[in-house]
């Protein structure tokens, strides 16, 4: 089945706590991205990858890492965790980029206490 | 830069109601266009696109037209039905292809 996982779906953990959260798409897609969604201000881009080793920022990428070693995985690294990460995440891949479907993943509920 | 506003929820409706959802967008050149629709608990999907002016989107009984004279891209369906309470985005993919831009989300619900 065509998905993309996300892990893990749920986190609370403390200000400061280096934290990963996988994200993996099965669909061969070169452009993944990275989304926050808040209340009042919808989704947000953190980071998006064209390519195996090409990132670059979106809209809202303080506080935030991806790397793109593999085509299938880009993982989202908060080195330092505060509260206003406080957050549902969203991966998404697409074949390519512009007009391609974006597919997302289920989410990570993520609280910084 | 770009951006997408949209219309504020939430918006109930009454089975079989017409529903229109404004969406209006920022962009220079010209920009692809989305329609994402969220169930509760889930990540988002496409719901439909366009991709150049006058495009119409449609599917599962929606449909949004691409108006560059007026910036627009409202999602209509003439008869909603419980199944439809959702929340719903509308996007914008601009020139570049790479960064997308979404609205603030419309709550819809649908009661019987």
């Known amino acids: 089945e065509a998905q993309v996982t996300q892990n893990p779906r749920y986190l609370i953990t403390v200000t400061g706590k280096k934290l990963t959260v996988t994200c993996s798409q099965n669909m061969n897609h070169e452009y993944m991205s990275w989304y926050r969604q808040d209340p009042g201000l919808g989704l947000r881009q953190i980071y998006y990858s064209m390519n195996v080793e090409v990132t670059d920022k979106g809209d809202v990428p303080e506080g935030y890492k991806v790397s793109r070693k593999e085509k299938r995985n880009f993982p989202l690294i908060l080195e330092s965790p505060s509260p206003n990460q406080t957050s549902l995440y969203f991966c998404?891949?697409?074949?390519?980029?512009?007009?391609?479907?974006?597919?997302f993943g289920p989410g990570t509920r993520l609280t910084v206490l | 830069g770009d951006s997408v506003t949209q219309m504020e929820g939430p918006v109930t409706l009454s089975e079989e109601a017409f529903l229109t959802i404004n969406c209006t967008y920022t962009a220079t050149g010209y920009p692809s266009l989305f329609w994402y629709v969220q169930y509760p608990g889930e990540g988002l999907q496409l719901l439909l696109k366009?991709?150049?002016?006058?495009d119409k989107g449609s599917n599962k009984g929606f449909e949004a037209t691409y108006r560059k004279e007026t910036t627009s891209f409202h999602l209509e369906k003439g008869s909603v039905q419980v199944s439809d309470s959702a929340v719903y985005f509308c996007?914008?993919?601009?020139?570049?292809?790479?960064?997308?831009?979404f609205g603030t989300g419309t709550s819809l619900t649908v009661i019987p």
């Open positions: 996007a914008l993919n601009g020139n570049t292809g790479n960064q997308f831009y």
């Open positions: 998404a891949s697409s074949l390519g980029r512009g007009i391609d479907t974006q597919y």
């Open positions: 366009a991709t150049k002016a006058d």
